[in-house]
């Protein structure tokens, strides 16, 4: 597990160790220099030619600082200062004159074509305003060139906070980042701003990271061993029970989808109960699955069929392809009423709560204190932006550009799990905030979603805190479609691709 912090975080963690610890700022300053120094030169050639171009924050003394240990080492480096000198940091006054006194090239031209390195650390995490003029100038020169750039902390331009551009960013090849990842090297459109990103050591202390609450987390590799122990003297009723209600007519497909990844991913024994014109397809395509159905025609909801499958399962899926009908309507009152043990909505499952606590009075604090006040078991809701949208009544461009806000509302104070589905996926739970790295374009495709619920269910089943399932639910889900792009191409993977490296991943770890 690893932790990614805000900018107010990153100021606290600095002062704490500068004022409190008493390192002082220029010996940081020093160390990340020369971790931005160690890692460029594992880049370059002694044949480049080197731009540090530095604003006149801390962030432009670190660059100062890692041209000057470059150029120490025989590189051909110069210096291109943005800003004026009084107006610099103490400690960049200070770097700009060492670097002057040892006879580094300080340039007062912007003709970035000479140079195929640059070392961006114009801003750094700071920033909260829009860059102009001449800044946003240098910006966009920095990314009309053909040349390696190398940012220091972030890409200037963009927020540590959100990813936000800020008017202008530097579309970077590489950032090295100090000390912490930085929310904005997560989120896009940093993440794509920030090309590949490098963390380095520069000494702060862990009594410093203790004093802030850091409650952004996201997953390694190494993390996969927190994958449900499987006992030797087991039994399918050992490994859970996956009730999943799922698939109208037309629809078996996001129940075939769901049911087997809960198997695939461990689940003793999986439960569909599905339209009756789904039975004889399910069965063909999934026949470990033990199958019940019902007549779309007639009423289900308080029937002892459909209680009795609330109280034999572990975990309890609906929603995918169940359609949007006024009898699929009462089922998911009924779930939701009678249900005793954890409940994972999903997909159309969604979209009837939203019909269900539709109020246009209602604020999003109230629909959403409604969505908690309305269940009884523990929940996870799986919205994509679309249906997060509906849930709450406002529009998705609100939620994207607000996406942490958004996550840090759905989860302040009540029971409900939020997986909240993007290209950078956030699972949300009592101010705890998941984000999920793994993945890639080509799982944009059907099925997908419902592979996720399935593989999270199993999760849920063997016995894991539902916030925990979720989280490694989507990681996991991820990985299988790394997994799958690897061997089929982004292009022309599908779900059932996702499906098959399931197993690939868990198998890894065994």
Same mark, same amino acid.
């Given at each position: 597990?690893?932790?990614?912090?805000?900018?107010?975080?990153?100021?606290?963690?600095? !002062?704490?160790?500068?004022?409190?610890?008493?390192?002082?700022?220029?010996?940081?300053?020093?160390?990340?220099?020369?971790?931005?120094?160690?890692?460029?030169?594992?880049?370059?050639?002694? $044949?480049?030619?080197?731009?540090?171009?530095?604003?006149?924050?801390?962030?432009?003394?670190?660059?100062?600082?890692?041209?000057?240990?470059?150029?120490?080492?025989?590189?051909?480096? =110069?210096? &291109?200062?943005?800003?004026?000198?009084?107006?610099?940091?103490?400690?960049?006054?200070?770097?700009?004159?060492?670097?002057?006194?040892?006879?580094?090239?300080?340039?007062?031209?912007?003709?970035?074509?000479?140079?195929?390195?640059?070392?961006?650390?114009?801003?750094?995490?700071? &920033?909260?305003?829009?860059?102009?003029?001449?800044?946003?100038?240098?910006?966009?020169?920095?990314?009309?060139?053909?040349?390696?750039?190398?940012?220091?902390?972030?890409?200037?331009?963009?927020?540590?906070?959100?990813?936000?551009?800020?008017?202008?960013?530097?579309?970077?090849?590489?950032?090295? /980042?100090?000390?912490? !990842?930085?929310?904005? *090297?997560?989120?896009? +459109?940093?993440?794509?701003?920030?090309?590949?990103?490098?963390?380095?050591?520069?000494?702060?202390?862990? *009594?410093? #990271?203790?004093?802030?609450?850091?409650?952004?987390?996201?997953?390694?590799?190494?993390?996969?061993?927190?994958?449900?122990?499987?006992?030797?003297?087991?039994?399918?009723?050992?490994?859970?029970?996956? *009730?999943?209600?799922?698939?109208?007519?037309?629809? $078996?497909? =996001?129940?075939? #989808?769901?049911?087997?990844?809960?198997?695939?991913?461990?689940?003793?024994?999986?439960?569909?109960?599905?339209?009756?014109?789904?039975?004889?397809?399910?069965?063909?395509?999934?026949?470990?699955?033990?199958?019940?159905?019902?007549?779309?025609?007639?009423?289900?909801?308080?029937?002892?069929? &459909?209680?009795?499958?609330? $109280?034999?399962?572990?975990?309890?899926?609906?929603?995918?392809?169940?359609?949007?009908?006024?009898?699929?309507?009462?089922?998911?009152?009924?779930?939701?009423?009678?249900?005793?043990? %954890?409940?994972?909505?999903?997909?159309?499952?969604?979209?009837?709560?939203?019909?269900?606590?539709?109020?246009?009075?209602?604020?999003?604090?109230?629909?959403?204190?409604? *969505?908690?006040? #309305?269940?009884?078991?523990?929940?996870?809701?799986? %919205?994509?932006?679309?249906?997060?949208?509906?849930?709450?009544?406002?529009?998705?461009?609100?939620?994207?550009? !607000?996406?942490?806000?958004?996550?840090?509302?759905?989860?302040?104070?009540?029971?409900?799990?939020?997986?909240?589905?993007?290209?950078?996926?956030?699972?949300?739970?009592?101010?705890?905030?998941?984000?999920? &790295?793994?993945?890639?374009?080509?799982?944009? /495709?059907?099925?997908?979603?419902?592979?996720?619920?399935?593989?999270?269910?199993?999760?849920?089943?063997?016995?894991?805190?539902?916030?925990?399932?979720?989280?490694?639910?989507?990681?996991?889900?991820?990985? =299988?479609?790394?997994?799958?792009?690897?061997?089929?191409? +982004?292009?022309?993977?599908?779900?059932?691709?996702?499906?098959?490296?399931?197993?690939?991943?868990?198998?890894?770890?065994?």
């Amino acid at each position: 597990m690893y932790y990614a912090l805000d900018s107010n975080q990153i100021k606290e963690i600095d !002062n704490y160790t500068i004022k409190s610890i008493g390192i002082p700022s220029l010996v940081l300053m020093e160390r990340a220099a020369l971790e931005v120094a160690n890692h460029i030169k594992k880049k370059i050639q002694k $044949s480049d030619r080197i731009l540090a171009i530095c604003g006149n924050g801390n962030n432009g003394g670190d660059g100062i600082a890692a041209g000057r240990i470059l150029f120490l080492q025989g590189y051909q480096v =110069a210096i &291109l200062f943005i800003g004026k000198y009084e107006n610099a940091t103490e400690q960049t006054k200070r770097q700009l004159d060492i670097a002057k006194n040892m006879g580094i090239p300080i340039e007062n031209n912007n003709k970035l074509d000479e140079y195929n390195i640059i070392i961006d650390a114009i801003f750094g995490v700071g &920033l909260s305003r829009p860059v102009t003029g001449e800044y946003a100038d240098i910006i966009e020169e920095i990314n009309r060139q053909d040349a390696s750039v190398f940012s220091v902390d972030m890409p200037s331009g963009i927020s540590a906070d959100d990813g936000r551009i800020h008017n202008v960013a530097v579309r970077a090849d590489e950032t090295i /980042t100090i000390g912490f !990842n930085k929310l904005g *090297l997560l989120l896009y +459109p940093g993440a794509e701003y920030a090309g590949d990103v490098t963390i380095v050591d520069i000494g702060y202390p862990d *009594l410093a #990271f203790q004093q802030v609450k850091s409650d952004t987390f996201y997953y390694g590799d190494e993390d996969l061993k927190l994958l449900p122990k499987r006992k030797q003297n087991g039994h399918k009723g050992t490994f859970g029970k996956v *009730l999943v209600i799922a698939g109208s007519k037309g629809m $078996s497909g =996001a129940a075939y #989808f769901s049911a087997k990844a809960a198997y695939k991913t461990g689940a003793g024994l999986v439960k569909i109960l599905t339209s009756s014109d789904n039975r004889q397809i399910l069965q063909t395509l999934l026949p470990e699955a033990l199958l019940a159905s019902y007549d779309e025609s007639k009423s289900i909801e308080g029937t002892d069929e &459909l209680l009795e499958s609330l $109280s034999w399962a572990s975990v309890i899926v609906i929603g995918p392809g169940l359609g949007q009908s006024e009898q699929t309507k009462s089922i998911l009152c009924t779930v939701i009423k009678e249900a005793k043990v %954890p409940v994972i909505i999903d997909a159309d499952g969604l979209n009837l709560l939203a019909k269900i606590i539709e109020t246009d009075s209602m604020n999003v604090e109230t629909r959403i204190n409604s *969505l908690a006040e #309305f269940m009884k078991a523990p929940t996870i809701l799986t %919205p994509h932006l679309m249906e997060l949208s509906r849930l709450l009544n406002i529009p998705v461009t609100q939620i994207k550009e !607000n996406i942490i806000d958004t996550a840090k509302q759905c989860s302040y104070n009540n029971k409900l799990i939020y997986v909240i589905k993007d290209v950078r996926t956030i699972v949300t739970h009592k101010g705890n905030h998941y984000i999920n &790295l793994s993945g890639n374009h080509g799982m944009a /495709t059907g099925g997908s979603g419902d592979v996720l619920t399935g593989i999270i269910a199993a999760l849920v089943a063997q016995g894991m805190a539902p916030y925990d399932a979720a989280c490694l639910g989507v990681y996991l889900h991820g990985l =299988a479609g790394n997994d799958a792009a690897r061997n089929k191409g +982004p292009y022309s993977m599908i779900a059932s691709d996702i499906l098959t490296s399931i197993e690939n991943v868990i198998k890894s770890v065994e």
